[in-house]
């Protein structure tokens, strides 16, 4: 009976770019691949598929995020960790495979460059209508100040509504009102309302000491207030 014949092992790695991977981990001082999917925000699974070289299975994101933590371009990570097949026989595959990255890349720089400057526009127009609000304080206080420091006897209650009047405005139009005024006495309540000293039970009168700020149902700070 003739002997059958024995199959011919396969030399080929099945992840032929692991050590590629390993090299350039090192120069960016990432110790693991575990490491590297954390620092990339990727999963090992697509790690295993840059490993095997099956970069059509990966997506254009993962691969933006791999190459920026690796510090190299995309055109390089295609070309380190595509196989040997694809760069060969699938030149034009390839070539498309670049260009798509390549224009999704210059969209993406265009879109981060449009959303700062729709950030410094927003931060322009918040200053701009905040200085508004606050225009008669920036006027008037310098010179109240100054007086105030010329002549001691000055009622403080003179100069109190520059600030306040400017202050108030600013707060309605930001949709900010206060818990109660300062002075005021009413039952305790622990969600909108911290204790300075002493201990009371929710509904026990105690008196507020410095005010707290709501922005329509989003406690901000809770008014400070102490027994009665």
């Not at 011919?8 to 110790?31: A, E, R």
């Not at 190299?72 to 026989?89: C, G, K, R, W, Y």
């Not at 070539?95 to 990255?101: A, C, D, F, K, V």
């Not at 200053?127 to 008669?136: G, P, R, V, Y």
Request: proline share 7%; glycine share 4%.
């Amino acid at each position: 009976m003739p002997n059958a014949q024995c199959p011919i092992p396969n030399t080929q790695s099945p992840m032929p770019h692991t050590q590629k991977l390993q090299d350039l981990m090192q120069q960016v001082g990432i110790s693991s691949f575990k490491g590297l999917s954390r620092a990339a925000g990727v999963s090992e699974r697509q790690l295993l598929h840059l490993r095997q070289g099956k970069l059509e299975q990966m997506r254009v994101d993962v691969l933006l995020k791999l190459s920026s933590v690796l510090q190299m371009s995309l055109n390089e990570l295609i070309a380190t960790f595509s196989t040997v097949e694809l760069l060969q026989d699938k030149t034009a595959p390839t070539q498309e495979l670049l260009q798509e990255i390549t224009d999704l890349r210059r969209e993406y720089d265009r879109s981060q460059f449009q959303l700062e400057q729709q950030r410094e526009i927003l931060l322009q127009e918040l200053q701009q209508s905040s200085l508004q609000l606050l225009e008669s304080l920036l006027l008037q206080w310098p010179t109240a100040a100054q007086k105030a420091q010329e002549n001691p006897q000055l009622a403080a209650v003179k100069i109190v509504p520059l600030v306040q009047k400017p202050l108030e405005k600013l707060l309605q139009a930001w949709g900010v009102e206060a818990i109660a005024p300062v002075g005021v006495e009413l039952p305790y309540d622990p969600q909108l309302h911290q204790l300075l000293e002493g201990t009371v039970q929710p509904g026990e009168t105690v008196k507020v000491r410095y005010t707290g700020y709501l922005q329509g149902e989003k406690l901000l700070y809770r008014a400070k207030v102490s027994p009665v």
